[in-house]
């Protein structure tokens, strides 16, 4: 993937992230290129891929802080234009992956949000991460690359352990002190 504000390579697949946008709702399709064709995404819906991402909104909302997320009312996506301004392209890349599995969980009936689980515990999220993290793997990123985009502001350090833990995460660290 190529930063269209420096135009560096980040070694992502052939698809365009938005780095600049109008704070409001649009088409997914508008904005992110080429993740139709993406084998992760083909994998998260299946048959209805092109159906899926077409009929896909996605809202930029202002302000300084949040990342992206799925709403639970509609599964439309929500995205900070301060995390596309800022981020780090393969967080965002992967984050994109991540809430995708949101959609299709939405599409399928389930409960985004179940606050009988903790986040690190969720089936949900779990299973967003474990594709999320698939992808990671195919893009050559380390257990310990891939612990750090695991370090969100809403989780402590046990936290952080525990959801690594529950997708097969294993850093060098963590290997250390279980000798």
Known sequence: MMNSTTGKTFGLPNVKV?????????????YFK??????I?????GKDTDKVLAGLEVEFSGGRFGYMGTSDEDSHLII???YLREGDSRSIY?????????VRQFREGRQLFD????????PTELEAYRHALKEARRLGMSDDEIFEYLKVTWLNEDE???LATNIGVYPTQKRALER
């Open 18 to 30: 938005p780095r600049e946008v109008p704070i409001a709702k649009h088409r997914f399709m508008d």
């Open 34 to 39: 080429g993740f139709e064709k993406l084998p």
């Open 41 to 45: 995404v083909r994998e998260i819906f």
């Open 80 to 82: 900070s234009a301060h």
């Open 94 to 102: 992967l984050d994109v992956i991540h809430e995708l599995v949101h």
């Open 115 to 122: 606050e009988s689980y903790e986040y690190a515990d969720r």
């Open 160 to 162: 952080v352990q525990r």
